[in-house]
């Protein structure tokens, strides 16, 4: 309803148009599967194919620039808008369904994978939305990028520094022995954080953490906001969450 609302008053169209500054955007999705096929648990976190696409185009035509996870580590500064089209959780229906549209629009997406789904170990969902297995991550490094969603997806601000430690270092590890590739970047589970994980995340070599609040991002740090989509975002709402929502909600708050 907020969303609407903005969206109708024209102030997001104004503020897109006049006062935005060279900024990062990290959108975030977790299933993404044709509207069919969307009835599965959790499905309030899946986008149906064509919003996905009319979303990514809705980028495109906007100006911005798709930036994989590695150019993200090495830019140096922030002179365009860029976007960083990630997944959590590591869904299955990701390589069946988003990535021929990431191939259409040449995106390069980022998985964020929980290393105990992947390996089966324990898998709260029912069979009708698995995750990818290795076999389905290494068919497909050419295409995504891999990275950790840590070890057992709990809320890491609960968790004591001990348990905190295992869900950063060990994915590290499992992803590189399965996959070859270095993990450099985390997406915290649940948006769950605190000052102390930062820390701990940038003392066990993380140059990229993702779901520090929500927003935009105007500076470049190690941890990054994100937007977050799910099967509400109409292409209005999805304009208006990445244009002026969280800042305004932000101002709200603050007051
Ligand atoms: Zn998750």
């Known amino acids: 309803m907020f969303e609407k609302i903005i969206y109708y008053s024209g102030i997001n169209y104004l503020y897109k148009k006049l006062f935005q500054r060279p900024h990062i955007i990290c959108v975030g999705y977790h299933s993404v599967r044709p509207e069919a096929l969307a009835e599965v ?3 309030h976190l899946v986008v149906n194919t064509r919003d996905f696409e009319n979303q990514l185009e809705y980028l495109k035509n906007s100006g911005y620039k798709f930036i994989s996870i590695k150019d993200l580590k090495s830019l140096k500064r922030i002179d365009d808008k860029y976007i960083l089209v990630y997944f959590d959780d590591g869904f299955k229906d990701v390589v069946d369904y988003a990535l021929p549209i990431l191939k259409k629009y040449e995106i390069r997406g980022t998985v ?3 290393t105990d789904y992947t390996s089966g170990k324990s898998n709260p969902w029912n069979e009708k939305n698995t995750f990818m297995t290795w076999g389905d991550i290494r068919e497909n490094l050419n295409n995504l990028d891999f990275q950790s969603h840590t070890v057992s997806h709990r809320k890491l601000s609960k968790l004591d520094e001990e348990d905190i430690m295992k869900e950063l270092t060990l994915p590290r590890e499992v992803i590189m022995k399965e996959t070859g590739e270095e993990v450099f970047a985390i997406s915290y589970p649940h948006s769950s ?3 102390r994980i930062q820390e701990l995340a940038i003392e066990q070599d993380y140059d990229i ?3 520090n609040g929500r927003g935009l991002n ?3 740090g190690k941890h ?3 937007i977050p989509t799910s099967k509400m975002s109409n292409i209005n709402d999805f304009k208006v969450r990445t244009g002026i929502l ?3 909600n932000n101002t709200i708050k603050r007051k």
């Open 41 to 43: 648990p959790y499905s």
């Open 112 to 114: 964020f994978v929980v």
């Open 193 to 195: 954080f605190n000052k």
């Open 209 to 211: 953490t993702i779901g």
């Open 218 to 220: 105007f500076d470049l």
């Open 224 to 226: 990054l906001k994100k």
């Open 246 to 248: 969280y800042l305004l």
